[in-house]
Structures are given as structure tokens and as C-alpha cells.
């Protein structure tokens, strides 16, 4: 078995550990449901990167996408009016404040730590999601399970680094960790 297999199955390994236990906070406080909500911000951090510098921009993005739910709600108040006419009273408000999120974020605030796009309209679905289903949970609920669900993304990665560099050593475990090259021949043909 090669370097790299065996010090990915120990990264494994401690990442269920750490995970199952980090998880089961939710249960201990009355959130046992909830524990699905974890995994969205952690699909999220890996998916930009696995970049402890994107954290910030994380939080900050998810935080306006639960505000602008808000302003969604307030614009759908001010075409519910339009009563059974479906573009009026549904799409064209939609038009409307995905037209302002992404002029305001990916337009006007693009590189700064207010225009992560993926963050904000994560932070607006799990928004429409509750509030939709009348789920009891609060925007505070949302953004708090968000930012745990961010310090289980930094302790899956730290604690694998930790382990696998006590078992391994630090050099071996950070060539293992690192990723494989991408293969020209499939970029080229996705191209």
C-alpha cells in the first residue's frame, strides 16, 4: 500500500472520529434534527478550497444571504397584490432581488470579503428552506449552525494533519495531502 493510501485512510479514520463526536453537540442541546445543516457549510469549505482564508468571507456571505431572505420577503409582500398572476406576484419579484445580489455582490463588492456568491445564496436557501417549512429555528439558529458546521470543516483538517504527522511525520503527511496533478489529456478533452 502506498504512502499516500495509508495516510489518507488514518486522515479517515480521524475524520469520522472527530466528526461523529464534534456532532453530536446538536443532540446535547435540543438540535438533533438540525445535524444535517453541519454538513452544508462543510460541503461548502471543501469545495472552495479547503481554504482556512476564505472562512471570513464564508460567514460574512452566509450572513447576507439570511438578510437578504429578508429583503425577498419584504419584495414578494410588495407584488403579493398581483394575487394569481404567477409572473407578477412570483417570478418577476424573484428576477428582482437575485438581480440585486448579484449586482451588489458578484458586481459591485466582487473581491472583497462581501462577494462570496456560493456562501450568500447558501445562506438564502437554508433561509427559504426553514422559514418556508416553518421550521423553529431562528436566523441567529442558521448562522450559529453555519459557523459550527465551519469550526467542524478546520477540525477535520487539523486534527488529520495532526495525527497523520505524529504517525508519519509532517513532510511525509503533507506530500501525501497534497493533490494528485490533473491529468492534460482530460482537461483537454472537457474542454
Known amino acids: 500500500m502506498s504512502?499516500?493510501?495509508?495516510?489518507?485512510?488514518?486522515?479517515?479514520?480521524?475524520?469520522?472520529?472527530?466528526?461523529?463526536?464534534?456532532?453530536?453537540?446538536?443532540?446535547?442541546?435540543?438540535?438533533?434534527?438540525?445535524?444535517?445543516?453541519?454538513?452544508?457549510?462543510?460541503?461548502?469549505?471543501?469545495?472552495?478550497?479547503?481554504?482556512?482564508?476564505?472562512?471570513?468571507?464564508?460567514?460574512?456571505?452566509?450572513v447576507c444571504g439570511c438578510l437578504w431572505s429578508i429583503v425577498n420577503a419584504l419584495v414578494m409582500q410588495l407584488f403579493s397584490g398581483f394575487g394569481d398572476n404567477a409572473f407578477l406576484s412570483n417570478i418577476l419579484p424573484t428576477i428582482i432581488v437575485i438581480f440585486l445580489i448579484l449586482t451588489t455582490h458578484e458586481n459591485l463588492l466582487e473581491g472583497t470579503i462581501f462577494g462570496n456568491i456560493p456562501s450568500i445564496f447558501l445562506g438564502l436557501s437554508t433561509s427559504f428552506f426553514v422559514f418556508m417549512l416553518n421550521v423553529p429555528l431562528t436566523t441567529l439558529h442558521l448562522i450559529g449552525f453555519y459557523c459550527y458546521g465551519l469550526v467542524l470543516a478546520a477540525a477535520l483538517v487539523l486534527s488529520g494533519m495532526a495525527v497523520c504527522s505524529a504517525i508519519f511525520g509532517k513532510e511525509r503527511t503533507m506530500a501525501a495531502l497534497m493533490p494528485l496533478p490533473q491529468d492534460d489529456k482530460k482537461d483537454k478533452k472537457n474542454s
Open 3 to 62: 504512502d499516500r493510501r495509508k495516510i489518507k485512510l488514518v486522515q479517515s479514520l480521524t475524520g469520522a472520529i472527530v466528526l461523529t463526536l464534534l456532532m453530536q453537540v446538536m443532540p446535547v442541546l435540543g438540535y438533533g434534527s438540525y445535524i444535517w445543516m453541519l454538513f452544508l457549510p462543510l460541503l461548502l469549505f471543501f469545495a472552495l478550497g479547503a481554504d482556512f482564508k476564505k472562512i471570513p468571507a464564508m460567514i460574512i456571505g452566509y
